[in-house]
């Protein structure tokens, strides 16, 4: 090995890449290996996978998608980075409301992008974020900067920690409505609702289901008219 590519693969972007579409996957991971200073040490599809893929591995930046199948993007995020502080993530996803860019940035991600972004757009990303930086995609930090010219105050969203998915499930639970009754509703699978409802009550400290109705009325949800 020559002692230029040995000083290259020592500078080298370690990246690994989490979305739970292979096509998408693969084509990301495709991408980045053929940038320079660039190498793609992992993948995974889903939030267990991604976090015994970082844990195995010298990892600089994570790019994530925020829906993992049945797994949050947003949970992946807070557990990579509560484990090791120093692995920057950079989302990218369909994802465009302020409630998940949000929620993304509380979890630890360093930066937020869209899938419609250009090669060089999550290049000049992901090296900003390895970088230490923290950068929106152009339609997001549009938004951002719009909000904040207008002058308007921040539209206080309730529990802010949860993804939108995550605030729509309380909210019917909220309701009164049980698990089947939901699933039907979102049209999502008995085992998903269970599982949100499971993330839901984790993370407002909420000991069970009558705990988490309170909590949640308490901060306007379930109240609204449908």
């Known amino acids: 090995m020559s002692e230029d590519s040995s000083v290259t ?6 990246v690994v890449v989490v979305d739970d579409h292979p096509v998408f996957r693969l084509g990301m991971a495709a991408l980045l290996g053929s940038l320079p200073g660039v190498e793609v040490v992992g993948q995974a599809a889903d939030e267990a996978e991604a976090v015994a893929v970082v844990a195995g591995a010298a990892v600089d930046v994570v790019l994530m998608d ?5 797994d949050s993007g947003i949970e992946a995020t807070r557990r990579i980075v509560h484990d090791d502080p120093a692995v920057r993530v950079l989302v990218i996803t369909m994802q465009e409301d302020d409630e998940s860019v949000v929620a993304a940035l509380r979890a630890g991600a360093r930066g937020y992008l869209l899938k419609g972004a250009s090669p060089e757009e999550i290049e000049r990303a992901l090296r900003a974020v390895a970088n230490d930086e923290v950068i929106l995609g ?3 930090a549009a938004r951002a900067l719009s909000t904040v010219t207008a002058g308007r105050s921040a539209v206080r969203v309730p529990f802010p920690d949860l993804t939108a998915r995550e605030r729509e499930v309380l909210d019917l639970v909220a309701r009164g409505y049980d698990n089947p009754t939901i699933a039907r509703r979102l049209v999502l699978s008995p085992k998903t609702v269970r599982n949100v409802v499971a993330n839901v009550l984790t993370k407002i400290g909420a000991a069970d289901r009558s705990a988490a109705i309170v909590a949640a009325r308490d901060q306007g949800l379930g109240c609204a008219p449908e």
Not at 9 to 14: L, Y
Not at 66 to 70: C, K, N
Request: charged letters at 30%; glycine letters at 8%; zero cysteines.
């Open 9 to 14: 693969r020592a500078t080298a972007i370690r």
């Open 66 to 70: 925020l829906h993992l199948g049945e």
């Open 138 to 140: 152009p339609k997001i």
